[in-house]
């Protein structure tokens, strides 16, 4: 097999790469921060927005154009989602798990069939994805999911049910992995498009979430659900391969959403120290609040390199299961340091919900669980290492 070499690591934008990052950027000042606390306090998820996205581009960020998509890589995929997690991360997320999961998942495993049948209308935003893995009693340890999918002449039915599933409600597309042969453990597993509407599928529980509120995440139930068999992806048996594969790439985004969240944190914190005044000066005069500053900055440049340095290996082939893996968790402990010093630096008013760095700080908390939480980063990491 011929070896990948490994790309010198640079992160000089093209002109094309920069536009797409100015069009996000002035779109979530005009479109996204206005309606950030009517969301988050409502909850409701953000329907128009995605519709103005679909319309940009941003929902088929990496499918082909031949399938309705923009064609782009992970480059531009990290740039758009932490511009959008700047203002909310939210909505990042939102787009994140659209683009990463089950969109990505179909275009990655799926025949020319399936591809041509469900991409265009997720890559214009006309229709949610979902993508579901996790169960009650399967979080990190993902092989023990207990979703059952039973072949019955040309269909599989599926009995279980999914916790957590981003876009459960909304999503109209969704991405479900079951077991097909439980004496095979993970290599027993397979993955199915399900639709919104199938009989026997259920959007049960929508969580009532401490941040990332505008993001829907709901509680499936499969009572008897019956799928056609063309809409196995892949063959029986790959799901968890394919599902691995899937959830490496969503840690360069969500790499990404730490650091778009973090450099919301410390602008907004270098704005209010330049305003807030304490015993006759701005308290940014202060050394403590200058070295607070000075460490949020060198962490998010640190962060951003591990992220750019991920996004341009995976478009450039070279694997990336250290590498994202390691930008994931330096990243998402990063932004949650970031988040509890901007609210340190606001002090009171860090705890009040005019203020931007309170919601930083309620969102920030997903980023070291989801697509794998922090301890098992560190084990993808040490293994490799070990095995090297």
């Not at 039915?157 to 109209?172: D, R």
């Not at 505008?214 to 509680?219: E, F, P």
């Not at 139930?221 to 394919?242: A, H, R």
């Not at 794998?372 to 993808?380: F, K, P």
Request: aromatic share 8%.
């Amino acid at each position: 097999m011929e070896e990948v070499s490994t790309p010198q690591f640079s992160i000089d934008f093209t002109d094309t790469q920069k536009s797409i990052q100015e069009t996000i950027r002035e779109f979530t000042q005009k479109s996204v921060k206005p309606v950030i606390m009517d969301y988050d306090e409502t909850q409701k998820f953000p329907f128009e927005i995605v519709k103005q996205l679909g319309e940009m581009g941003f929902m088929g960020i990496l499918i082909p154009e031949e399938y309705g998509g923009s064609g782009l890589g992970y480059v531009e995929y990290a740039l758009i989602i932490e511009e959008l997690a700047k203002v909310d991360p939210s909505v990042a997320l939102t787009v994140a798990a659209h683009n990463g999961l089950c969109t990505n998942h179909i275009f990655l495993f799926g025949n020319e069939e399936q591809k041509k049948k469900y991409l265009p209308d997720l890559v214009s935003g006309k229709k949610i994805g979902a993508w579901g893995l996790t169960e009650s009693f399967s979080g990190s340890d993902a092989a023990s999911l207990r979703t059952v999918a039973v072949r019955d002449g040309d269909h599989f039915v599926i009995n279980g049910s999914k916790t957590f599933t981003t876009h459960g409600t909304v999503g109209e597309t969704l991405v479900i992995m079951a077991i097909t042969d439980k004496e095979k453990g993970k290599k027993g597993i397979s993955a199915f498009i399900l639709e919104k509407g199938f009989e026997g599928l259920y959007a049960s529980k929508k969580e009532n979430k401490l941040g990332m509120r505008a993001s829907d995440t709901t509680q499936l139930t499969f009572d008897n659900c019956k799928v056609p068999i063309s809409n196995l992806i892949g063959v029986e048996g790959e799901g968890f391969i394919q599902a691995m594969k899937v959830l490496e790439g969503g840690r360069i985004s969500i790499a990404a959403l730490s650091v778009g969240l973090a450099e919301g944190c410390l602008q907004a914190a270098i704005k209010y120290s330049s305003e807030r005044k304490q015993f006759g000066k701005a308290i940014n005069e202060f050394q403590s609040i200058q070295f607070k500053i000075a460490e949020m900055a060198t962490n998010i440049e640190a962060a951003r390199l591990l992220t750019f340095r991920a996004a341009i290996e995976k478009d450039s082939g070279v694997p990336i299961n250290k590498s994202a893996a390691i930008a994931k968790l330096f990243a998402s402990e990063m932004a949650e340091k970031a988040a509890g010093e901007a609210v340190q630096i606001f002090g009171g008013y860090g705890f009040i919900k005019d203020f931007p760095v309170e919601k930083f700080y309620r969102d920030v908390k997903l980023l070291t669980i989801g697509e794998g939480t922090s301890e098992i980063q560190r084990l993808v990491i040490s293994r490799i290492l070990i095995s090297e």
